[in-house]
């Protein structure tokens, strides 16, 4: 499985980014999805998550209510709706997913998700 995120760039404070995760290789093994993030200086942290039917949802406490996450089974993406960012918010967001071969749920620890993206960065200027 492979993962491609995709959509940062330069956005300014208060404004909206989305951000997309196009999946490839054996999609069937996928079972939840996830966001994180890593700003300069800091460690990688959890944004959200999805589960594989897309009927739950976890958030981190500073995106709830600001971003959304979805996915399209059908075209095996999932994506980040970002919206009212905040310069705090600048960081190299990865893509990430959950095997089903260790089906857990939804998980805010980047362990459990094997399948990983390469990093896409959003910048929110003041």
């Known amino acids: 499985v492979q993962l491609q995120a995709s959509g940062g760039g330069l956005v300014q404070a208060g404004g909206s980014l989305r951000l997309s995760c196009a999946a490839s290789?054996?999609?069937?093994?996928?079972?939840?999805m996830g966001w994180f993030r890593q700003a300069p200086g800091n460690g990688r942290e959890f944004v959200a998550a999805?589960?594989?039917?897309?009927?739950?949802?976890l958030y981190a406490d500073f995106v709830k209510g600001r971003f959304i996450i979805s996915r399209d089974n059908n075209k095996d993406t999932a994506d980040l709706q970002m919206n009212s960012v905040k310069p705090e918010d600048t960081a190299v967001y990865y893509c990430?997913?959950?095997?089903?071969?260790?089906?857990?749920?939804?998980?805010?620890?980047?362990?459990?998700?094997?399948?990983r993206g390469q990093g896409t960065l959003v910048t929110v200027s003041s």
């Open positions: 290789g054996r999609t069937s093994s996928i079972f939840a």
């Open positions: 999805i589960s594989r039917r897309g009927e739950r949802t």
């Open positions: 990430a997913a959950v095997s089903s071969r260790r089906p857990v749920v939804l998980s805010t620890a980047w362990d459990e998700y094997v399948y």
